[in-house]
């Protein structure tokens, strides 16, 4: 990240943080109420959606192994050619974004190529089954409604815990792009950030990548380390909201084995903080982080 980037959050001052520590209590106090509420919402998820399928991931870590590759030499190739052709000022913002997305669209294919080679099933095998889509997506709207709460909590108490760590908290760059979009180019993002980017994400960490860590390490090891990974890739200033929403979508999956469920569950998410973000000046600070 851009050292130019300017750092927002929590201020060290001679004084007591007092304020920061009714955020962190206020963080917690919210991510408790979630938590108090999770068993009754697995009783009702169970109900919604009865029983559970067992998938047995066709491919092995090789694969994720080659796709990983895959992903690093597409976006390595990228760079090179921009940086090769003086064309990084150009391709900033919302090319860049478009850019990324169809190089991350490469690499899906390739997901597709390899559950179509290796399972029985081909392409569904990566949670694009008939029926019962709309009983996961009540599942999956139950998990949000839950999460909720959690989710304002982590954004709350997580600033505190980087700043007490020293770890410098930076804005992310899609919410700054986001508040400098105007007309067609907003809604451009718009549609990348709700529609197309979650697809991907999901694609590749819930219907390919869960899957295997779950026959290796359990159903919580699989989901919490896929969850983990995910949240990682957002980089440490957005790591925990990013960890509770991966969770949600993670027990989604493992429970429905339903793609178009985490993938509407995600994109209803990001939706909503995109709102909050371009409608609520007071959230700004907050989300923008």
Sequence with gaps: ??????????????????????????????ISAS??????????????????NIFFARWGFSHVLFVVL???????????????????????????VVISAALTACVVALVFRFAHTLDPDGWRSLGLRAGGNLRALGVGLIGLAVAVPALFGALLAWPWVLDRLGIEIVPQEVAQLAQRLH???????????????PL????????????????????RGGVAVTAVLFAGLHGATAFLPVFVLALVLGSVMLRTQRLGAVWFVHGLHNGLVLAMLLCVPSARDVLGQ
Excluded at 35 to 52: D, T
């Design 200 to 219: 991907f994400e999901e694609l590749l960490f819930r219907a390919f990548l869960q899957p295997l860590l779950v026959q290796n390490l359990g159903d």
């Design 35 to 52: 938590l108090s509420v999770a068993p009754l919402a697995v009783v009702i998820a169970r109900r919604v959606f009865p029983g559970r």
């Design 1 to 30: 990240m851009s050292a130019a980037i300017t750092v927002v959050g929590l201020q060290e001052t001679s004084a007591p943080a007092a304020p920061g520590t009714a955020q962190l209590l206020l963080g917690l106090a919210l």
């Design 183 to 197: 007309g067609w180019e907003l809604a451009l993002f718009v549609v990348l950030a709700v529609v197309v980017i």
């Design 70 to 96: 895959a992903f690093i030499g597409l976006y390595g190739a990228a760079s090179l050619v921009v940086s090769a052709t003086d064309a990084r000022e150009q391709l900033e913002g919302l090319p860049g």
